[in-house]
Every structure is written in structure tokens, then in C-alpha cells.
Nanobody, 120 residues
Framework: QVRLVESGGGLVQAGGSLRLSCAVS????????MGWYRQAPGTLRMLVAT???????NYADFVEGRFTISRDNAKNTVYLQMDSLKPEDTAVYYC??????????????WGQGTQVTVSS
């Protein structure tokens, strides 16, 4: 079992920055993919960014170089630094973990989400 706890959301003006944190209950160097997703009202949850345990990163097109995902393995924490925020970035942001356990299978975990609101 892996528990994910997000923090760092809030209200910010357009052009501002926020850093989201995801505290993970186990050694994240074992977890294959850590990611951030978001869901705005009335829309599907969508990928924002992912980071593999080999530290390859991937971003959604709408990020446009404004966000950075990073891992701190010593703290078992994953971050999403969000700069140049836009009102359309308003959503609940969720932390995600995908863990491939050899001989057992693939497990996926979600945090409870943290609200990000960007005012114009």
C-alpha cells in the first residue's frame, strides 16, 4: 500500500507561482512513475506531468514550459513547481503513483487532491 498526501494548493493571481508537494508513504526510488494530474469541474482528469524513477520527465502540451516536476528521494516527496499560472490552470491537482512489483503486478495509487485556483 502506498499513501499519497498532497499539499501546497491555494489561491493565486494570474502570473503567480505555486509549488505542490506530494508526500509518499514509502521509498519513492522504488516507484516506477510519479505523476501529477488535474481535474477541472465538468472535465475529465488529465495528465499534467510524470517523472520516472530514472528521472525521465514528461509534460502535457498545455504546460508549455511553465511547470516542473521533481523528486526528492531523501524526503520521499514529489513536487510540481508551477509558474506563470493562468486562470485555466484552475483545477484540483492529484498526485499519482504507478508501482510495478515484479511477479505481483502493477499498482496505481492516488492522493486526495489539492485545489488550485488562479484568479484573473
Amino acid at each position: 500500500q502506498v499513501r499519497l498526501v498532497e499539499s501546497g494548493g491555494g489561491l493565486v493571481q494570474a502570473g503567480g507561482s505555486l509549488r505542490l508537494s506530494c508526500a509518499v508513504s514509502r521509498d519513492i526510488s522504488e516507484i516506477n512513475i510519479m505523476g501529477w494530474y488535474r481535474q477541472a469541474p465538468g472535465t475529465l482528469r488529465m495528465l499534467v506531468a510524470t517523472s520516472t524513477k530514472d528521472e525521465y520527465t514528461n509534460y502535457a502540451d498545455f504546460v508549455e514550459g511553465r511547470f516542473t516536476i521533481s523528486r526528492d528521494n531523501a524526503k520521499n516527496t514529489v513536487y510540481l513547481q508551477m509558474d506563470s499560472l493562468k486562470p485555466e490552470d484552475t483545477a484540483v491537482y492529484y498526485c499519482n503513483a504507478v508501482w510495478y512489483r515484479p511477479g505481483i503486478g502493477e499498482y496505481e495509487y492516488w492522493g486526495q487532491g489539492t485545489q488550485v485556483t488562479v484568479s484573473s
